[in-house]
């Protein structure tokens, strides 16, 4: 690792000086009233029974638990929201799917397009695209060896326009096409942003 930065310190003591820590959950939360994107979550039963504030508050705690990688039990052991493990487990297998994940980040990346200021940020017209591995079980279905990297993993192909906001992101195996993985996130971004190169 390469030695810190000279100032790197005093800068982050600044941060915090000024804007104190900020709690995850707390940014999740916020990014939720501003979008609304767990509007975008629907059930994959017949019916949905539970009040919209509740399933609200339920997905906010299963989807940081998801994300965070913490899991559904040490939110539950750690939180003061009154939620029970069955409760969150639940909305996890009703409510949160591929499809609604993809239109959730949608919405977020569309409302991330909307409030900057493109002046700072620029339209966005052009992205570029990678992959990286991480690390997986071998029990795991796309879970394969990978040839120049070594070991046994998946790979996460991002789609990024200029100014760092990713538009589109999909899950491959180790050995599938990159080529393909680039045109399908070219066609299959789903965001505001009107991708030219």
């Excluded at 804007?19 to 629907?42: I, P």
């Excluded at 977020?108 to 200021?117: C, E, I, K, S």
């Excluded at 990678?130 to 993993?153: L, V």
Aim: with cysteine; aromatic share 10%; charged share 25%.
């Amino acid at each position: 690792p390469l030695a810190e930065p000279t100032g790197l310190q005093a800068l982050k003591d600044e941060v915090v000086r000024r804007w104190g820590v900020l709690d995850l959950l707390d940014v999740l939360k916020n990014a939720d009233f501003l979008t609304g994107f767990t509007d975008e979550f629907s059930s994959v039963a017949a019916y949905e029974r539970i009040d919209r504030d509740v399933l609200q508050r339920r997905l906010l705690l299963a989807l940081f638990a998801l994300g965070t990688n913490m899991g559904i039990r040490a939110i539950v052991a750690t939180g003061e929201h009154g939620e029970s493990e069955a409760a969150l487990r639940h909305v996890r297998r009703h409510f949160i799917t591929v499809d609604n994940l993809r239109a959730a980040v949608t919405r977020l990346v569309n409302g991330t397009f909307a409030a900057r200021d493109a002046a700072w940020w620029g339209q966005g017209t052009a992205c570029a695209s990678d992959s990286k591995k991480f690390g997986s079980w071998s029990s795991n279905f796309m879970t394969e060896y990978h040839a120049r990297y070594g070991g046994n993993g998946v790979m996460i192909y991002w789609h990024v326009e200029r100014k760092n906001v990713c538009i589109y992101s999909q899950l491959k195996s180790c050995s599938s096409s990159e080529v393909a993985a680039m045109i399908d996130g070219l066609l299959r971004h789903c965001t505001d942003a009107e991708i030219e190169s």
